[in-house]
């Protein structure tokens, strides 16, 4: 089976997309992958460390700040929808498949114009705007969110199966990852502001890691991201923090999944994707919604998994040190406070996400 695969800008579209790839490929373990993002986000490098072929195009998301903005950004769509039109052709795949991000549109667009069968899936609650503008044209749309259903012009097309994580997610012991990361009975804090990072959050996390620098027997690893992590750096420098065994500092983890079932407790944003992640390793969170996502993505995303009592949802605008540390304490004093919202996950937890789609699509395929 030959595949093309799209979704790109951030992780939280690039990690399904290498999921529902993982799932393919124990279905045929000859299949053939060409993966097609942007020049610009974070794919190439984490496509690449995966072992596929990456084609980079030069596209940005649509801007509606100045006219200058909106011929740009059209003129290189034009331009990456005729060459991701040469790209299938050549490649003559059975499948073309988007996971979102501006990087999509072109691409899955051309898959349909070339009479390719094609195929997205929506991560939120409510759909993206390349997942709207796609929806018409793909044969099928694999949902995370029943309520997402009602958001759709075309539900006929829609089939629910949760969202994809990445095979290392799946049956990932918790004693087991604390003894590789080399972690004993420490309460264990993973912090993290999305693959692209989070400015506030990280001011907040050196002034919330600097009132445990005395207590050793809690953890913090910071992820900075990678495009703040040297100003994140001189931050701490210039307010003479200094790092520490147990205070931790990285511009990225490859290696994420370890950590998250390590933790003890995840702040972060509220990307789906991390979500799905969350649910998929069992760890309580406190959920931090970006206020720059187009429309509130992800304080939707949030409020589904505070509704299910396993996370708690802190708005950007109310986070302070002294909220989060407050918090860290008393889930310390009162642990059956944290074993009680895991205990929640099962209700939560889906199926295999990127099988069922596999599953789905062979069934669609081997029909036409």
């Known amino acids: 089976m030959r595949i093309v695969v799209t979704g790109g800008g951030t992780g939280g579209h690039i990690y399904p997309a290498l999921a529902v790839i993982e799932a393919f490929q124990k279905a045929d373990p000859d299949l053939q992958v060409l993966y097609i993002g942007s020049k610009r986000g974070l794919e190439k490098d984490i496509v690449e460390k995966a072992g596929f072929h ?16 909106v011929f740009e950004t059209t003129y290189k769509a034009a331009g990456a929808l005729l060459k991701a039109y040469g790209l299938i052709k050549k490649f ?17 667009l051309a898959g349909a114009l070339s009479g390719s069968f094609t195929a997205i899936h929506e ?6 705007k390349t997942i709207r503008m796609l929806e018409k044209r793909v044969k099928r749309t694999y949902i995370s969110f029943s309520e997402t259903l009602s958001s759709l012009k075309h539900p006929e097309k829609a089939l629910l199966t949760g969202n994809p994580v990445r095979e290392q997610f799946k049956h990932l012991d918790k004693a087991e ?9 420490e309460f264990v804090v993973l912090s993290f502001g999305g693959s692209g990072g989070a400015k506030k959050l990280n001011e907040t996390m ?24 040297e100003r994140y750096m001189k ?19 490859y290696d994420l999944p370890q950590y998250l079932a390590a933790a003890d407790l995840v702040i972060s944003r509220a990307g789906a994707t991390t979500i799905a992640e969350l649910c998929a390793v069992s760890t309580p969170s406190i959920l931090i919604p970006s206020p720059n996502v187009s429309e509130n ?14 996370s708690v ?8 040190d002294t909220r989060i540390v407050s918090m860290i304490n008393d889930w310390i004093n009162h642990p059956e406070k944290l074993e009680k919202m895991k205990s929640k996950f099962a209700a939560i937890q889906h199926e295999d996400a990127a099988a069922a789609i596999v599953k789905d699509i062979v069934q669609v395929l081997s029909a036409r």
């Open 54 to 69: 990456f084609v980079g195009l030069d596209v940005k998301g649509f801007q509606k700040k100045t006219p200058g903005d």
């Open 92 to 108: 003559n795949p059975d499948l073309v498949f988007g996971t979102g991000g501006y990087v999509s549109g072109p691409v899955v």
């Open 123 to 128: 991560q939120n609650v409510h759909p993206g």
């Open 177 to 185: 990852c604390r003894s590789k990361i080399g972690i004993d009975d």
């Open 206 to 229: 050196m002034l919330v890691m600097n009132q445990y620098r005395q207590q050793p027997r809690v953890r913090f690893i910071h992820i900075t991201g990678k495009a703040h992590y």
């Open 235 to 253: 931050l701490l420098e210039q307010n003479e923090f200094k790092l520490v065994n147990h205070l931790k500092v990285v511009p990225y983890l």
């Open 297 to 310: 993505h992800q304080e939707y995303n949030a409020r589904s998994l505070e509704r299910a009592g396993v």
């Open 313 to 320: 949802l802190l708005p950007e605008r109310h986070l302070s």
